[in-house]
């Protein structure tokens, strides 16, 4: 209730204050009546009469399919179409813990879901191969799979404040919500690739989709017979539609576009196609007009979800627990540190266990607010040493118009009303 | 006696790791056979690989824009609101209030087909594969051969007569490929 959105409070929070009135009302009423009786006569008065309703009335049934609670609906995805094609942002404001439902998992769709029967669904591996093999998803499911826990994020998250000249003032899962995390299940492509038998010249493998856009991108094959993962399950239960049902490329800690839905085809290959995405919006500028490509893994993040933009701390002083999400697409998280003066100061965060490599790692650190304007940062660093840059070391790095790869440290300003708001620090 | 007993150890553990080695060995793949590769095979190559027969002129390709490319990416490329096809348009927000003075100030760093795709064989790839976007893969191999020479000549990069095919387009220079330098191999 604390940190929700002003939207969410105003639907939710009128009802909880009434009901502390009455039931207050009620226990002093019944208090009365106990102290009246007085241990002589009969006690006529239901026990119902002082409890909530829930408590004196038969529950109602499940469902075949279980939904959030309805006090709940306002944690959904929100879509932007700004760049053109349909983005579904997970509102990370509301999550707490490392795992993303799988209804609230980001989505990016530069050509729609396609409706795919999984029976009819083949996965075709060939080119620079001994033998070009086809596998259908039932005999696809019979391999030995593994299962790890990893983020997915699209390589433009949190564009608006790499590209906005002014911190615009939106909820977190608006501004940074196409970051998600969740357990993927899957065949190994080691598997896969032995059994088709790589010849020498095999470098690089053109992954594409059976959606409308048939999606492509080439990778390179030592990374791919390293980590790469042919998802069938999220959060234990088959990929969802949005997802690449029947069957997803899963490359940990690598931008969400190379991880190819509806996944078709392997063409193994000796070099890579340029295909549109790497040609054009999953490319960089740097500042010096260079263009880079193939810049494949997300680098160190973190981001504070509580308090986060457009929230309003209900009460000016006291305790507040702050607490985010950490991630690096190059490992596992070794320290987030956290400053409530704008960078003057900064204070280790404690990580709640289990630390996973290329995974969110949800950090807390308790903090007494004493009503004045602060400004909350969140800086996180890898194993690897890798540290979140601030936003100005970001930029200085990229053309103004760049906006991929943007992880620079996330700031909040919280006014002397307890509203809190994106701003640049 | 205790060499052989030896050898006979060693028989054993190695056939005890062979089994181990066969017991991982799955092996559910069918063939997959010329016919059915050449059904989905699309994918073009900078040097021109796999880009199949036909040709298409500019002029052609000027009216097969309009009818299949103007409706979503506008009539010079640069309008939206699907991506900027043409020239120092970048890929801003319609809605963005700063749009004008982000194209004024960086006229060539954009995303435009134009000014970041490195290889002109992208674009006979992606037309053919995912445009235009409410029917994809409608296209003729000759009308996408076309439409490919329009946007390189919207682009400044073809002249008004060129005619593209599986020759000619490998050999269009596009100005993106000079600044392109890969992440890949990335650092340790």
């Known amino acids: 209730m604390v940190w929700d959105t002003a939207e969410a409070q105003a639907g ?27 241990g002589a006569g009969p006690v006529v008065t239901p026990l119902g009469e002082r409890l909530p309703n829930a408590m004196k009335t038969p529950g109602g049934s499940d469902l075949a399919y279980g939904l959030p609670s309805p006090h709940e609906s306002s944690v959904v995805r929100t879509e932007s179409r700004a760049a053109g094609f349909s983005v579904w942002r997970s509102p990370l404001q509301h999550q707490r813990g490392i795992i993303t439902p799988n209804g609230l998992h980001f989505a990016t769709h530069h050509n729609g879901i396609p409706d795919i029967t999984p029976e009819q669904h083949v996965l075709m591996v060939h080119g620079l191969v001994q033998r070009p093999l086809k596998f259908d998803m039932e005999r696809l499911a019979r391999y030995p799979m593994v299962s790890k826990v990893h983020f997915l994020e699209c390589a433009g998250n949190s564009a608006a404040n790499a590209l906005s000249l002014t911190a ?31 010849k020498d010249s095999a470098q690089w493998v053109v992954v594409e989709g059976a959606d409308g856009g048939s999606h492509s991108r080439s990778l390179p094959l030592s990374a791919l017979a390293k980590d790469g993962m042919l998802a069938l399950y999220q959060n234990g239960e088959r ?42 919006l999953y490319t960089q500028v740097l500042k010096d007009g260079r263009i880079e490509r193939f810049a494949f893994p997300m680098e160190v993040k973190s981001l504070i979800t509580h308090p986060s933009g457009q929230q309003t701390l209900p009460e000016a002083k006291g305790f507040y627990e702050i607490g985010g999400l950490a991630w690096s697409g190059r490992g596992r998280i070794t320290k987030v540190e956290v400053s409530v003066d704008g960078g003057a100061t900064w204070a280790s965060a ?27 940062m969140s800086r996180a660093t890898d194993e690897h040493g890798n540290v979140q840059p601030t936003r100005s070391a970001w930029k200085s790095r990229y053309a103004a118009h760049s906006f991929n790869h943007y992880n620079a440290i996330q700031a909040w300003q919280v006014g002397r009303d307890g509203r809190v708001e994106n701003t640049y620090a | 006696m205790r060499e052989r007993l030896m050898a006979l150890l060693l028989a054993l553990v190695l056939g005890f790791v062979l089994w181990g080695q066969a017991a ?22 900078p040097d021109g690989r796999n880009l199949p027969k036909g040709q298409g002129s500019v002029s052609q390709g000027a009216a097969l824009y309009q009818a299949q490319c103007a409706g979503c990416h506008g009539p010079k490329g640069i309008e939206g609101p699907a991506a900027r ?33 490195p290889y002109a064989t992208t674009l006979f790839d992606y037309v053919r594969r995912a445009m235009p976007y409410h029917a994809p893969k409608s296209l003729g191999d000759d009308e996408v051969y076309a439409i ?41």
């Not at chain 1, 909880?16 to 007085?38: D, E, N, P, T, Y």
């Not at chain 1, 939106?170 to 196409?178: I, K, N, P, Q, S």
């Not at chain 2, 092996?27 to 059904?39: E, F, K, T, V, Y």
């Open chain 1, 168 to 198: 615009l003032d939106h909820t977190l899962g608006d501004l940074a919500g196409e970051v998600s995390c969740a357990e993927w299940t899957g065949v190994p492509l080691s598997y896969i690739f032995n059994e088709v038998g790589l």
């Open chain 2, 85 to 117: 096809l043409v020239g120092s348009d970048g890929f801003f927000g319609w809605t963005d209030p700063l749009r004008v003075l982000r194209i004024k100030n960086y006229p060539l760093l954009v995303q435009s087909v134009g000014a970041r795709w």
């Open chain 1, 350 to 376: 404690t990580l709640q266990a289990p630390v996973l490599d290329r995974a969110f790692t949800r950090f807390t650190l308790p903090w007494q607010w004493q009503g004045k304007k602060a400004v909350l």
């Open chain 1, 239 to 280: 990929l969802r539609a949005s997802q690449g049902y029947p069957l997803r490329l899963f490359m940990p800690g690598w931008e969400g576009n190379v991880n190819v839905k509806w996944l078709h085809r392997l063409e193994v290959v000796d070099a890579p196609a340029y295909t549109k995405d790497e040609s054009g």
């Open chain 1, 12 to 38: 939710a929070a009128a009802p909880r204050r009434q009901f502390l009135r009455r039931g207050m009302g009620l226990g002093a009423a019944a208090w009365a009546g106990v102290a009246s009786a007085g």
């Open chain 2, 24 to 45: 991982h060995a799955v092996d559910l793949g069918q063939p997959l056979d010329a016919a059915q590769i050449a059904r989905f095979d699309i994918t073009v190559f």
């Open chain 2, 148 to 188: 490919t020479a329009q946007l390189l000549h919207m682009n400044g990069l073809v002249s008004a007569t060129a005619v593209m095919d599986k020759d000619s387009l490998p050999r269009v220079e596009m100005p993106a490929r000079d600044k392109t330098f890969s992440a890949w191999p990335q650092k340790p």
